[in-house]
């Protein structure tokens, strides 16, 4: 079975501080994905990466980069963390569908 | 309007009762999926389809690309079914526009 981990399942920080949230998947996946989760608005693509050292927007990018330095893993950052990212952040990867296919459990991220 | 909705937002119901979620979208697309997120977040990919009909097990999909409406069928529900339920549409490459769920809760 594939196994998509999300380092952390909760997350509370501070207005400003640079936050990591790390995703490592063990299929050797070429896509792999970053959403948020919101009450009312459902899943949202943040960032998606085809391959190591490549990245596409998504629908909500701003206040967000990412890291793709190995295949295995995919790192959401959030440059000056903002009340307004408090959410549920999602990682999913795909072998070769350029749609999610296994996620990852989740971090529920409160910015305080 | 949302380009992908689901009714109903909340449903509850009694073990052993036939469950069906339903899924409408306004976009052309190339597949609808069904995904599940249990209580403490995870997300299963359950189904991906494009035109008929899919089952496993007790669950079942349909799609109706005419009418763009699909629908989740849940026969003899059992408690351990209780989770959200998602749909999405798949507009492109990469391009999934997700419903906001339907909480099902499936009493003893």
């Known amino acids: 079975d594939v196994k998509v981990t999300q380092s952390s399942r909760y997350l509370v920080k501070r207005t400003g501080e640079k936050v990591f949230l790390e995703c490592v998947q063990d299929?050797?996946?070429?896509?792999m994905f970053w959403y948020r989760q919101d009450p009312g608005l459902g899943l949202r693509l943040i960032y998606f990466?085809?391959?190591?050292?490549?990245?596409e927007k998504g629908d909500i990018p701003e206040g967000y980069s990412v890291s793709r330095e190995k295949k295995e893993r995919f790192s959401l950052i959030l440059e000056s963390a903002s009340t307004n990212q408090t959410s549920m952040y999602l990682c999913?990867?795909?072998?070769?569908?350029?749609?999610?296919?296994?996620f990852g459990d989740g971090t529920r991220l409160s910015i305080l | 309007k949302n380009e992908v909705e689901q009714s109903p937002q909340n449903l509850t119901a009694q073990e052993g009762e036939f469950i069906t979620i339903n899924c409408s979208y306004s976009?052309?697309?190339?597949?609808l999926h069904w995904l599940q997120q249990h209580p403490g977040g995870g997300i299963v990919s359950l189904f991906m389809?494009?035109?008929g009909k899919k089952k496993h097990g007790r669950l079942i999909a349909t799609i109706n690309i005419q009418e763009k409406h699909s629908s989740l069928h849940i026969t003899a529900s059992h408690p351990r079914d209780s989770a959200v339920y998602i749909c999405?549409?798949?507009?492109?490459?990469?391009?999934?526009?997700f419903g906001q769920g339907t909480r099902l809760t499936i009493n003893p």
């Open positions: 999913a990867s795909s072998l070769s569908l350029r749609v999610p296919q296994h």
């Open positions: 299929m050797d996946h070429e896509n």
């Open positions: 990466s085809y391959d190591v050292k490549m990245k």
């Open positions: 976009v052309g697309i190339s597949a």
């Open positions: 389809l494009s035109s």
């Open positions: 999405a549409a798949e507009k492109g490459a990469q391009k999934l526009v």
